[in-house]
């Protein structure tokens, strides 16, 4: 129980009990953000006919290929074709077909000519010309989308584990990908505890404070794709508390966070109670700031215990939390959220693997590091500065200025 | 009508219309992503008074300044001191008393020696020693967190147009800034017309494509911090679009955007429709793709109208329509969401500003962007592929590889 475990034992030892979560199927309208559950193949082609890039008129390139603007090409229009139908003509020599954008292409004609390059009217309640003069002679495909230019019938266009974007929604409205499937979202159960904590819309008596980590933790739960189930702030009182714990239970969340209570101090009950009804492994990890760690169970629902601290319990959540979310949601497991970054000043540390608040900006293309604020625990300003977490690895005590190092980005400010 | 204004220009002709929107309230549980609207100025210090970082004794440095492992000092415990509680007592000569992490200090007491540096025990169901054996030698304030060490009465902590975090909604709640002010979010109604569209849950029929613009759209719109109000997709029907426009005049929308509609096609209604009843400026800018963007306003209402292919209107949307939301939402305008970047490749442009698709990495710290996928503005794959849009300013043609550009980054992947 006192030796320490690395960041990386702790997180996979976490990781190996949480699954992805079932597929649900979602419209079009809520998929934004979410997670897409599997590979999405084309059934169709896109464009799904060849069409008009422009507004103008539809010619078989060899009718015109002389066409200059002293020394027009007549034809005779024989159709009219708007966006939306699908023509059943064919263009024969000398003939033409006006044509809007995005309308499909008459057969027989190989281009368009747009109407600035023609004597037609380009009011749009301009009656259908008799004949037209072409001023240019197109190359054969020329302002014509053909079938399948961006997406080919059979094509795989997005890969399950991808977090939707509004242009991936598009695509999907475009293949008539509807209902969407994504993963489902995690609900995670989050008890404060701690009878110093006050709620934030209370006036602060002495020796209180105010509960904050439970509003942070809820908005980092939703902001990891997650659904946050508040049980509220418990007092020190064992009985409460696992009242508390058994409504989680009763909601069958995928996890249960608390926040403090579990420390070695005398006042903290969570262990106690969850080592009754459950199982509980309490880690130190070799990290800071957030070093202890509790991982268990509770009536079967897996529990992780958190610090008190608010930077201890913000860097605990990103470091084991979060992962496990992810994982939950469907998002490949990887380094991708984390940038190489250059130091803006020299950086000391005790040898833990250290989780710096620090400000990431572009100077000159380069990602560089600052750190940002003062750098205790219990202060929540510094964390709000700070874009990104700055991690120096285990056993490096001192680095210069101009090292490099990752760091996890923590604000959409960046980028 | 036939010049080209400049895309700076046409931005600025629209922003001028538009102003911030008014202050509403909500609750902490739902401030996350919400823009601040006033300065947050600190009405109590944090902590709100010296209090332990460790559980251990609190005790008079003075008592035990020649305290070793070997030669340890006893002090009588007078008190036990959990969080929460605003000790009355004064710690005299010799005296000491238990103490918790985040517990205030007892008058007297001028640091803190841990648990672990003293004879008591770390088993949180311990009674209270009468006496405690001292190890080590603290310094005056040793783990002790002093009144203010985070935010001192008074400070200015958060300031308004800045978009709220998980850790700000933190530091609120600490402050107990219950309900916060924010500013509401912009309504914007979302009309997508043609008789060419079909929606993505129907079957494909020859000649048609289905609508993506509005789900593409309205989840841009969300993701501006404002409200989409989808209006539908009207046919190529003067007197249906009119009815959808009505629509929105009822529901007094900030905004009304449509997709297609404003080209030179004979069949696109909405221009006529806005200038019986309202004003409309029709504009070529100078930039691709997007070139045609119309602007003005519906009984009242303004309106834009984004070209109908997919990537135009998505890039229309991002220059012309996002600083509006921004600067309803309170986000202060600035360059701020842009990423100086260094062009893998060499790049061709036709003079006019104008906007690639590209993929951003990190490359050895620098960021490094290079083309994503067809650049035609019908073709969404290139769009999901691109993590940024990549700004060739106007008037230039040419750039060799290596060279600095502006780009937008327009997904979450990155950073």
């Not at 649900?24 to 084309?42: K, P």
């Not at 159709?79 to 023509?87: E, L, N």
């Not at 608040?357 to 964390?383: F, P």
């Amino acid at each position: 129980m006192s030796s320490y475990l690395s960041v990386k034992e702790a997180q996979q030892r976490i990781l190996k009990v949480f699954n992805v979560k079932p597929v649900e199927f979602v419209v079009l309208e809520q998929a934004n953000r979410r997670v897409l559950a599997q590979d999405i193949i084309a059934n169709v082609n896109l464009p799904p006919f060849d069409n008009s890039s422009m507004d103008g008129f539809a010619v078989r390139t060899e009718d015109v290929k002389l066409a200059t603007h002293d020394s027009p090409v007549i034809l005779q229009v024989v159709a009219d074709i708007p966006a939306g139908i699908s023509p059943a003509l064919t263009i024969q020599p000398g003939q033409a077909a006006r044509i809007m954008t995005g309308a499909q292409m008459p057969k027989g004609a190989d281009a368009v000519v747009p109407v600035e390059y023609t004597d037609a009217s380009q009011d749009p309640n301009s009656r259908l010309p008799e004949q037209v003069r072409i001023f240019h002679a197109p190359r054969p495909g020329e302002y014509v989308r053909p079938t399948g230019q961006d997406v080919r019938q059979g094509q795989t266009v997005l890969n399950a584990g991808r977090k939707l974007s509004p242009q991936d929604i598009g695509l999907l409205a475009s293949l008539g990908v509807t209902p969407v499937p994504v993963y489902q979202k995690a609900r995670v159960a989050l008890l404060t505890t701690g009878d110093e904590l006050i709620q934030p819309d209370q006036p602060l008596t002495p020796g209180k404070i105010r509960d904050s980590n439970s509003y942070t933790l809820a908005a980092m739960i939703e902001m990891s794709d997650a659904i946050p189930i508040r049980l509220g702030n418990a007092p020190d009182d064992p009985l409460v508390i696992q009242k508390y714990l058994d409504l989680a239970v009763d909601q069958k969340v995928d996890l249960i966070l608390t926040s403090a209570g579990v420390s070695v101090g005398t006042y903290d009950f969570v262990r106690n109670i969850i080592e009754q009804h459950g199982h509980l492994e309490f880690w130190r990890v070799n990290m800071r700031p957030g070093k202890p760690i509790a991982f268990g169970a509770y009536k079967g629902i897996p529990l992780i215990g958190l610090p008190g601290n608010p930077v201890s319990s913000f860097v605990g959540f990103m470091v084991f939390v979060r992962p496990i979310l992810q994982k939950m949601a469907g998002i490949p497991q990887g380094r991708g959220d984390f940038l190489r970054v250059r130091l803006a000043e020299p950086v000391e540390s005790d040898g833990r693997e250290t989780y710096f608040r620090c400000s990431i900006s572009v100077e000159k293309g380069v990602l560089t590091a600052t750190l940002a604020g003062h750098q205790g625990s219990a202060n929540l300003v510094g964390l709000t500065k700070a874009n990104a977490l700055l991690i120096v690895p285990a056993g490096v005590k001192s680095l210069p200025t101009g090292a490099e190092l990752e760091a996890w980005p923590i604000s959409s400010d960046f980028a």
